[in-house]
């Protein structure tokens, strides 16, 4: 410890004054403590302690104040400043009222009156917490550690011993980066001896330009369709598929060989089949198939234009309960009854675009079973025009108990509730002006309203004139 040089010439004489406002600037903590270890004065530099209930500790001994295991440390600290020992920083923990031990990180020297001690401490308590930020941090990388531990070896076991031959490709170069045990065995070759080679190596030309074109495709959209391959010597022939996924800043595309067997065919869709298909693709409807979860399986132009998309691919493999008017409320209701009776007919609801357009429409949907799992085909119609040549919801108030009816399904309760009651009020106020002749005053007295608050309702209705009028 480096000790000044010359104290008496540089600092003079000192008084107590002087002496303890160096002390109680110099430390968060200062304490005088006796020849038996008893506080009898103390300071604090600043407020963060006092308010705990430090400042009570003077006529206490030391050892007192602080937690079982930091009385030997408390003790340790008073014999050595006894013994004239050079000082030591030593942490001690203080009991505080909110719970959590004040850790105080203290050294003390002799005060040589009476065999005084003054113990000098530094607040710990934002190192503290930095140090537990720092141990839950360090806790947290190593649970993420394990946990993308443990998803690494998942993959690989899926990965080593899926039925399909899968491939990973370099989405740039299209270079093979991993391959599978069954991806070699139908290929011809090793699994390591295909990492590295370009693909589609070893396919005829005309399946070589389908794949590329297949990649392309995932690439420009990350979804496209599958197409057939076969290899350069026509032994075997597969359904190729693909998607694309990214990793550490790099994109890699993901393929699939499921090997067609011998004999094997594609189903030949009959002419008039394919008539219907052609029609229902370029009907002017919206026309939408989807999986069990609601995921779209395709969808016609006319949906497209509907929910403002470019494309096919970015529709596929969305929710349509994305673009359905309650989020969460029409998918659920359409596939319970889907699941229930098969079919449903003329569900009136709304369809948002992506750029914020909505349209009333109805729909029709069913539910059929293709290769044993089940699909749901939706038929949306617009029908926003014909829905607004009858009042709505809103600022034209329905004028019967049939058009409120009619808003069944398409508003919220609550909004059904609060028309009816509007509807309720209007035509109460239009029979008592009946009665009365059009005579504001008797009508107000009838309806058990004051004349403005009558003056206001007809005002909000359009009932009569919008200004008041003098009384017959």
């Given at each position: 410890?480096?000790?000044?040089?010359?104290?008496?010439?540089s600092l003079g004489d000192l008084d107590a004054e002087v002496a303890?406002?160096?002390?109680?600037?110099?430390?968060?903590?200062?304490?005088?403590?006796?020849?038996?270890?008893?506080?009898?004065?103390?300071?604090?530099?600043?407020?963060?302690?006092?308010?705990?209930?430090?400042?009570?500790?003077?006529?206490?001994?030391?050892?007192?104040?602080?937690?079982?295991?930091?009385?030997?440390?408390?003790?340790?600290?008073?014999?050595?400043?006894?013994?004239?020992?050079?000082?030591?920083?030593?942490?001690?923990?203080?009991?505080?009222?909110?719970?959590?031990?004040?850790?105080?990180?203290?050294?003390?020297?002799?005060?040589?009156?009476?065999?005084?001690?003054?113990?000098?401490?530094?607040?710990?308590?934002?190192?503290?917490?930095?140090?537990?930020?720092?141990?839950?941090?360090?806790?947290?990388?190593?649970?993420?550690?394990?946990?993308?531990?443990?998803?690494?070896?998942?993959?690989?076991?899926?990965?080593?011993?899926?039925?399909?031959?899968?491939?990973?490709?370099?989405?740039?170069?299209?270079?093979?980066?991993?391959?599978?045990?069954?991806?070699?065995?139908?290929?011809?070759?090793?699994?390591?001896?295909?990492?590295?080679?370009?693909?589609?190596?070893?396919?005829?030309?005309?399946?070589?330009?389908?794949?590329?074109?297949?990649?392309?495709?995932?690439?420009?959209?990350?979804?496209?369709?599958?197409?057939?391959?076969?290899?350069?010597?026509?032994?075997?022939?597969?359904?190729?598929?693909?998607?694309?996924?990214?990793?550490?800043?790099?994109?890699?595309?993901?393929?699939?060989?499921?090997?067609?067997?011998?004999?094997?065919?594609?189903?030949?869709?009959?002419?008039?089949?394919?008539?219907?298909?052609?029609?229902?693709?370029?009907?002017?409807?919206?026309?939408?198939?989807?999986?069990?979860?609601?995921?779209?399986?395709?969808?016609?132009?006319?949906?497209?234009?509907?929910?403002?998309?470019?494309?096919?691919?970015?529709?596929?493999?969305?929710?349509?309960?994305?673009?359905?008017?309650?989020?969460?409320?029409?998918?659920?209701?359409?596939?319970?009854?889907?699941?229930?009776?098969?079919?449903?007919?003329?569900?009136?609801?709304?369809?948002?675009?992506?750029?914020?357009?909505?349209a009333e429409v109805e729909i029709s949907a069913v539910s059929v079973?293709?290769?044993?799992?089940?699909?749901?085909?939706?038929?949306?119609?617009?029908?926003?025009?014909?829905?607004?040549?009858?009042?709505?919801?809103?600022?034209?108030?329905?004028?019967?108990?049939?058009?409120?009816?009619?808003?069944?399904?398409?508003?919220?309760?609550?909004?059904?509730?609060?028309?009816?009651?509007?509807?309720?009020?209007?035509?109460?106020?239009?029979?008592?002006?009946?009665?009365?002749?059009?005579?504001?005053?008797?009508?107000?007295?009838?309806?058990?309203?004051?004349?403005?608050?009558?003056?206001?309702?007809?005002?909000?209705?359009?009932?009569?004139?919008?200004?008041?009028?003098?009384?017959?």
């Amino acid at each position: 410890m480096k000790q000044f040089k010359a104290p008496k010439d540089s600092l003079g004489d000192l008084d107590a004054e002087v002496a303890a406002r160096v002390i109680a600037a110099a430390a968060d903590v200062a304490l005088v403590v006796d020849a038996d270890g008893v506080i009898r004065d103390l300071a604090f530099g600043t407020e963060e302690l006092a308010p705990e209930g430090h400042d009570r500790w003077a006529g206490r001994p030391w050892v007192e104040t602080v937690t079982v295991e930091s009385r030997p440390k408390v003790e340790a600290l008073l014999r050595d400043a006894a013994a004239g020992a050079p000082p030591r920083w030593r942490h001690v923990n203080h009991p505080s009222p909110r719970g959590a031990d004040t850790p105080v990180l203290y050294s003390a020297v002799e005060a040589g009156i009476a065999g005084h001690v003054i113990a000098l401490g530094r607040n710990l308590r934002s190192v503290a917490a930095l140090q537990q930020r720092l141990v839950d941090a360090q806790q947290s990388m190593e649970r993420d550690f394990w946990r993308l531990r443990n998803v690494e070896t998942r993959y690989r076991l899926l990965f080593q011993m899926a039925s399909e031959a899968v491939l990973i490709l370099d989405a740039t170069t299209q270079n093979v980066v991993e391959a599978n045990p069954v991806s070699g065995e139908l290929l011809g070759s090793a699994a390591e001896g295909l990492v590295g080679r370009s693909f589609p190596e070893g396919f005829d030309d005309e399946s070589a330009e389908a794949i590329q074109a297949l990649l392309a495709g995932v690439r420009a959209a990350a979804r496209a369709d599958e197409c057939r391959a076969r290899l350069a010597d026509g032994t075997r022939e597969f359904l190729v598929s693909a998607s694309l996924f990214r990793q550490d800043n790099a994109a890699f595309l993901l393929v699939r060989l499921t090997p067609v067997k011998t004999g094997a065919h594609l189903a030949v869709v009959p002419r008039a089949k394919s008539n219907l298909l052609r029609v229902v693709e370029r009907a002017p409807d919206a026309h939408v198939v989807t999986d069990p979860d609601g995921r779209i399986l395709s969808a016609n132009p006319a949906f497209l234009d509907l929910v403002q998309l470019a494309t096919e691919e970015q529709a596929r493999g969305e929710s349509l309960d994305r673009w359905l008017g309650r989020p969460g409320v029409d998918l659920k209701v359409l596939t319970a009854n889907l699941q229930q009776h098969g079919s449903i007919r003329l569900f009136a609801t709304t369809l948002r675009g992506e750029y914020g357009v909505s349209a009333e429409v109805e729909i029709s949907a069913v539910s059929v079973l293709n290769g044993g799992t089940a699909c749901y085909g939706f038929a949306i119609r617009n029908v926003g025009q014909r829905i607004a040549a009858t009042p709505r919801a809103g600022r034209d108030l329905p004028r019967s108990v049939e058009q409120l009816s009619e808003l069944v399904g398409r508003v919220a309760l609550k909004d059904l509730v609060r028309e009816a009651t509007d509807l309720i009020e209007r035509l109460c106020i239009e029979a008592a002006l009946e009665l009365t002749g059009d005579n504001r005053a008797s009508a107000a007295e009838m309806l058990g309203l004051s004349r403005q608050s009558l003056y206001v309702k007809l005002h909000r209705y359009g009932l009569g004139e919008l200004e008041p009028q003098e009384d017959k």
